[in-house]
């Protein structure tokens, strides 16, 4: 494949090859606004000397990162496995010290919360491979791991699966990291019901959409634990901000508000039924 312009790196299908000069080019050129590379400032490719990691961003917001590396190039550099569903990437360092305020660094540490894409590409002599979307599992103090984004429709019990979550390590200081894959197959297994209001999005306003809410706030892990599907509440925006509101007063039991709001709505929906009645005794 070769690509003409910034954005089609976004249309690359996993297992596709592309020419390291090509690829170079496009990242290199995507800031000058009088190549043919250039896409205007959505699709601006940041990148470190080399080219090892890079970031599309518009404005100061990061849209997805391309990693371009060669398998134990570095001491933590690899697969995890021959399952090659896991990848070990160390951060980019300078005489060996880590900054962790830097560009590079910044946009794997800050993946797990924002949800962008990291695109993977791996040595492949003239060429870089095309292995796929990954997301961060886990941040250790020299390397992230990246994880494969899961083909969510290859998926057939979101009961059956589980995946690495709240891992607290020291970077800076302790970052609680989510594991995006996690609520990605959770809201692609359920309906778009709330379990508190009961009110299902995409029957009110034609359009499928979900919340995941955890119901241990991950920030209270000490360690890496495994999440199942049991581990989240599937709720509609106006109930998880409640349940967050509720949590941010000191109540962190989720059973404990959930029946509360609950009580709460079915009490309001009472006086709504009523309120006919009551006019016309009047």
């Given at each position: 494949?070769?690509?003409?312009?910034?954005?089609?790196?976004?249309?690359?299908?996993?297992?596709?090859?592309?020419?390291?000069?090509?690829?170079?080019?496009?990242?290199?050129?995507?800031?000058?606004?009088?190549?043919?590379?250039?896409?205007?400032?959505?699709?601006?490719?940041?990148?470190t000397p080399q080219q090892g990691i890079n970031w599309i961003r518009s404005g100061e917001k990061t849209r997805a990162v391309i990693i371009k590396t060669r398998p134990g190039s570095y001491e933590h550099d690899g697969w995890l496995d021959e399952?090659?569903?896991?990848?070990?990437?160390?951060?980019?360092?300078?005489?060996?010290?880590?900054?962790?305020?830097?560009?590079?660094?910044?946009?794997?540490?800050?993946?797990?919360?924002?949800?962008?894409?990291?695109?993977?590409?791996?040595?492949?002599?003239?060429?870089?491979?095309?292995?796929?979307?990954?997301?961060?599992?886990?941040?250790?103090?020299?390397?992230?791991?990246?994880?494969?984004?899961?083909?969510?429709?290859?998926?057939?019990?979101?009961?059956?699966?589980?995946?690495?979550?709240?891992?607290?390590?020291?970077?800076?200081?302790?970052?609680?990291?989510?594991?995006?894959?996690?609520?990605?197959?959770?809201?692609?297994?359920?309906?778009?019901?709330?379990?508190?209001?009961?009110?299902?999005?995409?029957?009110?306003?034609?359009?499928?959409?979900?919340?995941?809410?955890?119901?241990?706030?991950?920030?209270?892990?000490?360690?890496?634990?495994?999440?199942?599907?049991?581990?989240?509440?599937?709720?509609?925006?106006?109930?998880?901000?409640?349940?967050?509101?509720?949590?941010?007063?000191?109540?962190?039991?989720?059973?404990?508000?959930?029946?509360?709001?609950?009580?709460?709505?079915?009490?309001?929906?009472?006086?709504?039924?009523?309120?006919?009645?009551?006019?016309?005794?009047?």
């Open positions: 494949m070769i690509l003409s312009s910034a954005k089609e790196i976004f249309d690359i299908k996993q297992g596709v090859m592309i020419s390291k000069r090509n690829l170079f080019d496009v990242i290199q050129f995507s800031k000058v606004a009088e190549s043919p590379y250039y896409d205007g400032t959505d699709f601006v490719i940041g990148n399952t090659m569903t896991t990848y070990n990437y160390s951060f980019k360092a300078r005489k060996d010290v880590i900054s962790y305020d830097e560009i590079a660094n910044r946009v794997l540490l800050e993946q797990p919360q924002a949800g962008y894409p990291i695109l993977l590409f791996t040595d492949r002599g003239r060429n870089w491979y095309f292995e796929g979307l990954f997301a961060v599992a886990s941040i250790e103090k020299k390397f992230v791991t990246l994880e494969r984004w899961a083909n969510i429709g290859d998926v057939q019990d979101v009961d059956d699966w589980s995946l690495p979550e709240g891992r607290q390590t020291y970077v800076t200081h302790i970052r609680t990291e989510r594991s995006t894959l996690a609520v990605s197959l959770v809201k692609s297994k359920n309906a778009c019901r709330c379990e508190i209001c009961d009110d299902d999005f995409n029957l009110r306003y034609g359009a499928p959409y979900i919340e995941a809410h955890h119901i241990i706030p991950i920030a209270s892990k000490t360690a890496e634990y495994r999440v199942t599907a049991a581990d989240f509440a599937l709720l509609c925006p106006n109930c998880h901000k409640a349940v967050h509101i509720y949590m941010a007063k000191g109540s962190e039991n989720y059973m404990h508000i959930r029946d509360m709001l609950k009580e709460r709505l079915s009490s309001l929906r009472q006086v709504d039924v009523e309120k006919p009645h009551a006019s016309r005794a009047r």
